[in-house]
T-cell receptor, first 113, second 114 residues
Framework: SQKIEQNSEALNIQEGKTATLTCNYT??????LQWYRQDPGRGPVFLLL?????KEKRKERLKVTFDTTLKQSLFHITASQPADSATYLC????????????FGKGTHLIIQP | NAGVTQTPKFQVLKTGQSMTLQCAQD?????MYWYRQDPGMGLRLIYY???????DKGEVPNGYNVSRLNKREFSLRLESAAPSQTSVYFC?????????????FGSGTRLTVV
């Protein structure tokens, strides 16, 4: 069956360090992979999209990599700040006729001052 | 502000009652979606609408119906609520697939069925 795995345990990072979150998937051939941020009581907010033929995408302090051979995406936040503390969701778009994103369960990131 | 608006924000229903969750977007998006989010389960797709007049089932459609009233509005109806439908419901919309933009989500409706 199709599965998206994110580290279900909270990730504690010291302020100023780089936070790296992992998204692994099985039995998928996604056309796109997206990352979202979700704060408590709020809806997810789109951060970055990377296509299957792209290796890396950057936006300010954020960087996403996409390895279709390993079936893995890494999400990096450099120079992390306490305001970056949130749950980060990985989502796959399979492309083709089926619509809608399939989400991982998310990783709770805590940036400690 | 442009975005996705959901109403109500909170609702408590008794088992067997019905209700409609409303969603409207003002970004001129064709595609709209309803997700539910449960602890430990992540976001799961209930129904989606690729364009006005069309709807399709997602991963967990049982117990729900939807209506794409026009391009702006996409409603989710629970005909006979069950405790298993206690969840947070999110509506979302998006630009055409292929552009480097993701989905825009509403702030959610927290539904409790007792």
């Amino acid at each position: 069956s199709q599965k998206i795995e994110q580290n279900s345990e909270a990730l504690n990072i010291q302020e100023g360090k780089t936070a790296t979150l992992t998204c692994n998937y099985t039995n998928y051939s996604p056309a796109y992979l997206q990352w979202y941020r979700q704060d408590p009581g709020r809806g997810p907010v789109f951060l970055l999209l990377i296509r299957e033929n792209e290796k890396e995408k950057r936006k300010e302090r954020l960087k996403v990599t996409f390895d279709t051979t390993l079936k893995q995406s890494l999400f990096h936040i450099t120079a992390s700040q306490p305001a970056d503390s949130a749950t980060y969701l990985c989502a796959l778009d399979a492309g083709g006729g089926a619509d809608g994103l399939t989400f991982g369960k998310g990783t709770h990131l805590i940036i400690q001052p | 502000n442009a975005g996705v608006t959901q109403t109500p924000k909170f609702q408590v229903l008794k088992t067997g009652q019905s209700m409609t969750l409303q969603c409207a977007q003002d970004m001129n998006h064709n595609s709209m979606y309803w997700y539910r989010q449960d602890p430990g389960m992540g976001l799961r797709l209930i129904y989606y609408s690729a364009s006005e007049g069309t709807t399709d089932k997602g991963e967990v459609p049982n117990g729900y119906n939807v209506s794409r009233l026009n391009k702006r509005e996409f409603s989710l109806r629970l005909e006979s609520a069950a405790p298993s439908q206690t969840s947070v419901y999110f509506c979302a919309s998006r630009v055409p697939r292929g552009l480097s933009y993701g989905y825009t989500f509403g702030s959610g409706t927290r539904l409790t069925v007792v």
